[in-house]
T-cell receptor, first 115, second 110 residues
């Protein structure tokens, strides 16, 4: 157990639907990062939050959004789902932000299947 | 992020040392080298990082050349459980995110 908790572990949903993935960071960590891993694209950085505020953005689609709550847990919302959104979604956390901060702790991921 | 180049795949016999190379010829003087691995469909796992001195921890050793243009991750006694994709990453000084490349797929065989 890495200390980063992601729920649910598996999710199957239909095209056009909306889902929410949840991440609880390791105790004391303020930064949360979301990654998408598709079969053909490797690990893609989506977005980072630090202490409730968006810090960095990657290749995140407009149909996707995220937030970090006061208790530091984060949610990734995926809407108008397409077959191509089927992927593993990983959350990682780290104590802070900025330099010297790349020793992330990853969760075990949520496997999303869109049918 | 500084571009890194790694072999696509490598094999290693169980019990032998696994030496995974990484080229990062465009690395800047203040940029660190990080290594992660991902065992099949699990979340990536941090292994080690370094700036210019060699580093060792309970998992691995990291050897960085004097000119810092390349490094080698060493797993001293590889086991079957070390079979994974290994990523060498050099984050840019002014970025907060890790960008994963394609990594090296290490297969440890009995």
């Amino acid at each position: 157990d890495s200390g980063v908790t992601q729920t649910p572990k598996h999710l199957i949903t239909a095209t056009g639907q909306r889902v929410t993935l949840r991440c609880s960071p390791r105790s004391g960590d303020l930064s949360v990062y979301w990654y998408q891993q598709s079969l053909d694209q490797g690990l893609q950085f989506l977005i980072q939050y630090y202490n409730g505020e968006e810090r960095a953005k990657g290749n995140i689609l407009e149909r996707f959004s995220a937030q970090q709550f006061p208790d530091l847990h984060s949610e990734l919302n995926l809407s108008s789902l397409e077959l191509g959104d089927s992927a593993l979604y990983f959350c990682a956390s780290s104590p802070r932000t900025g330099r010297f901060n790349y020793g992330y702790t990853f969760g075990s991921g949520t496997r999303l299947t869109v049918v | 992020d500084a571009k890194t180049t790694q072999p696509t795949s490598m094999d290693c016999a169980e019990g032998r040392a696994a030496n995974l190379p990484c080229n990062h010829s465009t690395i800047s003087g203040n940029e660190y080298v990080y290594w992660y691995r991902q065992i099949h469909s699990q979340g990536p796992q941090y292994i080690i990082h370094g700036l210019k001195n060699n580093e060792t921890n309970e998992m691995a050793s990291l050897i960085i050349t004097e000119d810092r243009k390349s490094s080698t991750l060493i797993l001293p006694h590889a086991t079957l459980r070390d079979t994974a994709v290994y990523y060498c990453i050099v984050p840019s000084y002014n970025t907060d995110k890790l960008i994963f490349g394609t990594g090296t797929r290490l297969q440890v065989f009995p």
